[in-house]
């Protein structure tokens, strides 16, 4: 066996992030977290995800792929291609939203198409509205190679809050 690794990881208050999301439309705040203004999500900083771009109605997130992202058969585990679909999608979404309006996630379903490991390279998850209706929206995302090649895909139905909650 070889010796164990650590890895420490630092996140600032997700309650300070809420409050600011609330107070600002959905692509301020997103842009605002791509450039670094305000702190990337708890999640975000454990799994090494960033968002690189951010339009309406479309969000694009990179992962470099590390071995803490491995399931025990040696390549990136599922529940973080998941993660990393269900937050494109999401904050797809996201960016579409007046202040002070939230969403919540009613599905993902997640197709799995190649396996990710660390010689993969960054990998691009793009995530893209496809439907916004009143209540619910419908948010596709797509993760890709730095060759192009499809990863995986998912879809996701997100419902409108019309008051987000802290």
């Avoid at 058969?73 to 599922?78: D, E, R």
């Amino acid at each position: 066996m070889t010796e164990p690794r650590t890895r420490t990881v630092t996140w600032s208050d997700p309650k300070a992030m809420a409050a600011v999301a609330r107070e600002r439309d959905g692509l301020d705040f997103l842009r605002a977290v791509a450039a670094g203004e305000v702190p990337p999500p708890p999640v975000a900083e454990l799994l090494g995800a960033r968002i690189v771009s951010v339009g309406k109605g479309e969000v694009v997130f990179e992962l470099d792929p590390a071995e803490f992202h491995y399931n025990p058969i040696g390549s990136v585990h599922g529940g973080v291609y998941a993660t990393l679909l269900d937050s494109a999608a999401g904050c797809a979404v996201h960016s579409l939203l007046e202040a002070g309006t939230g969403y919540v996630s009613l599905d993902l379903a997640v197709r799995f198409l190649r396996p990710i490991r660390t010689d993969t390279g960054t990998v691009t998850c793009t995530g893209t509205v496809a439907h916004h209706g009143r209540r619910t929206v419908l948010a596709e995302a797509r993760m890709t190679d730095g060759d192009g090649r499809l990863l995986a895909t998912a879809s996701s139905t997100c419902l409108i809050q019309s008051k987000a909650r802290s």
